[in-house]
């Protein structure tokens, strides 16, 4: 028996947000099956707060720990700026394989927008974090407040990426 079914995808948008119709049909034309689902390609508000509590959860233990305040003195800023690398590597490669990966269309400026506000709003979080606990020397070492920050917001970007899947 052969399986002549036809698949058309569609966008369309529901109020303000995007969603996709998959409507199969079989060879005559015929509605079998008609699926909508919301797409989570688009970055809103309702995200970006996501992201902070995302960030919040895996960077506080971690700030607190003396082994993150002395490494940010002692690691030369290449490792810094290889971290900071790979944090977006990941979290880009998370964000690509839960929200983009099955689309036709693929929404290149929506997955850089998401990955780098991901990644900042991580970042800004981590920085305010270190600056409550006293640990963002901005005035004496500017230099070690942004080694914190980046060594921190690797941790912290990652679990942002992972509260924001959760809907």
Partial sequence: MENNHKVKREKVRVGRYLNEIVTITDSAGN???????????????????????????????????????????????????????????????????NYYRDHSNFELVEFVKRVVATYIVSAIVVGLLLFLIDKAPLGVDWVVTLKRIVIISLPASMSAAIADVLK
Avoid: C
């Fill in 31 to 97: 509605l079998l099956h008609k699926i909508s689902k919301p797409l989570m390609i688009e970055f809103y508000f309702r995200d970006v707060i996501q992201v902070i509590v995302g960030a919040t959860l895996l960077a506080m233990p971690i700030m607190f720990t003396e082994e993150v305040w002395r490494l940010s003195e002692i690691l030369p800023v290449i490792n810094i700026l290889a971290i900071g690398l790979v944090s977006l590597i990941f979290v880009g490669s998370f964000v690509y394989y």
